[in-house]
Each structure stands twice: as structure tokens, then as C-alpha cells.
């Protein structure tokens, strides 16, 4: 039910005039996906008391994303041809068009967030818009460590600063929004802000695993592309049981960061435990 309410939204979101560009963002955006960030970011808005409609923020989030997402696969970058099960954008379009509908998710992201703003007048909201936009640049600073690194002997130190940029940044920011937007308390939002920084390292052990031991089929996207791009991942340093000895630690932080929050926070405490066992 929750996917079918986001897929909706999105939907409703994206422009609907049928040109190549705008063909191009809707095939990468409504190809599937977790939409596990902007049930993050509903899910940390509820637990703090917020009832309002932020579906504006909740699709911000994922056009964020799948912007990010495109760009990974283009030639530049990763050089994948598959995503979420079908063909990348620039494989499915071409190297331009992809290039072209990343820009315009990324920039629709903020103009939906702006019109709500303007329209609600609420400091919330702008502050929310601007915890996204910290993460959405955070992000792309972590994409460039990465790929200027390709390659290259790093330490263990590096590669979390990789990745609490790359992946983190964007989830934390996701989660830190959405209590913000419910007008958490500071130890709300401490806690549910911990909570984030740990989901996203246990999200990225999880994808070096899986980008190792799982499918293409399974996957939704071609496995073994760490290899293939002469990336550092955590299989680097550690073994498989390691890194999942690690993830499994990480994973019982976060659920004790959630132990301040008086009210019910069964459902964060699921995607935690969720996360750790994910196969795609």
C-alpha cells in the first residue's frame, strides 16, 4: 500500500507532457525501486507527531535519488546497462537524454520543495528543503572521492568518508528532514539523526556484499561492477562473516539510538533490521 501511495505521487509530480526528456524521466523514475527514503522520511515524521501532507519532500527525495542514479551508470562513471531490472537511461535513450533527465529530476526535485515552501510559509519547511539540498551535496562530494580513487590504495578511514558522503549523506538527510518537518525535539532529532548515520554505512556494507555474492537477476542490476571499476569496498579489509559481524553492530546502534523516542518506532526499528538481511 505504502509503494502504491508513492508511485502515485511521483506520478502526479513528474511532468506529463510527452516529449523525449520528460519520457526520460519518468522511465527511470517509475522503473521500481525501494522507495525506501521517502518512507524514511514519513516514517521519522510520524514518530515526532507530524500529520501533515509532505508528499512534496517524500518525492523531492526520489527524484534526488534517481537522479544520482542515472549519473552513476553513464559511461563516465560506472558504465552500467542495467538498473532496477531494464536497461539504464542512456542505454534505453541515449547518453545526452540521460544526462539531461538527471539535471531535470535534480532541479524538479527543488522546484516542487520551493512551491511548497512558498505556499505553506513555514520555517520547517524551508529548513527541511535545505538539509536536502546539504545532502544532495554531500553526496556528490562523496561520488567524486569515489571515483577519483579508483583504482588507488586507501585505508579503511577513506572508505567511510566515502561512504558516509555517497550513501549516507542522503539517507541521514532524508531522515533528519522529515523530523524537522514534524517539529522533532532536539533529543528527537539527535536520535533520529544517529539513527540515520548508522542505516547508511550498514546500507552501503550491504551493497559491497551484495554486489559479490547475490544475482543480476536477484539484483536488478549487473553484479560485480565494484570489481570491474577497481573500487575499495569493505570486502577489501574485511571477510564476508566481517563485514556482516559489522553490519549486524551497526544495525543494534541504530536501534538504540531510536531508545530515546518515546513514542512508537517499531516500523524504523523494522527497516533497520530489514536492511541488514535485504537481498536486493
Keep these: 500500500m505504502y509503494k502504491d501511495y508513492i508511485e502515485k505521487q511521483l506520478d502526479r509530480y513528474l511532468p506529463q507532457e510527452d516529449t523525449r526528456l520528460n519520457q526520460a524521466m519518468r522511465y527511470s523514475t517509475l522503473q521500481g525501486g525501494k522507495r525506501i527514503r521517502p518512507y524514511l522520511m514519513e516514517l521519522a515524521y510520524k514518530v515526532v507527531g507530524g500529520t501533515g501532507d509532505i508528499s512534496a519532500y517524500m518525492c523531492a527525495i526520489e527524484f534526488i535519488h534517481t537522479y544520482s542514479l542515472i549519473h552513476d551508470d553513464l559511461p563516465a562513471m560506472d558504465n552500467d546497462d542495467l538498473r532496477r531490472g531494464v536497461p539504464t537511461s542512456h542505454i534505453k535513450f541515449d547518453e545526452p537524454t540521460a544526462i539531461l533527465a538527471g539535471d531535470a529530476l535534480l532541479t524538479l526535485a527543488f522546484q516542487i520543495m520551493l512551491e511548497d515552501c512558498v505556499n505553506a510559509d513555514d520555517i520547517a519547511k524551508t529548513k527541511a528543503m535545505h538539509l536536502l ?26 572508505l567511510d568518508t566515502i561512504h558516509l558522503n555517497k550513501t549516507g549523506a542522503l539517507i541521514k538527510a532524508t531522515i533528519k528532514a522529515g523530523a524537522v518537518l514534524g517539529y522533532a525535539s532536539d533529543m528527537e532529532l539527535f536520535a533520529l539523526e544517529t539513527y540515520g548515520i548508522y542505516l547508511g554505512k550498514v546500507f552501503q556494507i550491504i551493497d559491497d556484499i551484495l554486489d559479490v555474492t547475490s544475482t543480476t537477476q536477484i ?60 537481498k536486493n
Design 219 to 278: 539484483l536488478g542490476k549487473n553484479v560485480g561492477s565494484d570489481i570491474k571499476n577497481n573500487k575499495i569496498t569493505y570486502l577489501s579489509f574485511y571477510s564476508l562473516e566481517e563485514c556482516y559481524k559489522i553490519a549486524n553492530e551497526l544495525t543494534n546502534k541504530a536501534l538504540n539510538s531510536l531508545d530515546k523516542i518515546q513514542t512508537d518506532t517499531t516500523l524504523l526499528r523494522k527497516i533497520a533490521q530489514d536492511l541488514v538481511i535485504r
Design 133 to 158: 539540498s546539504e545532502g544532495a551535496l554531500q553526496m556528490v562530494q562523496g561520488q567524486m572521492l569515489d571515483v577519483t580513487n579508483e583504482g588507488k590504495e586507501i585505508d579503511i578511514q577513506l
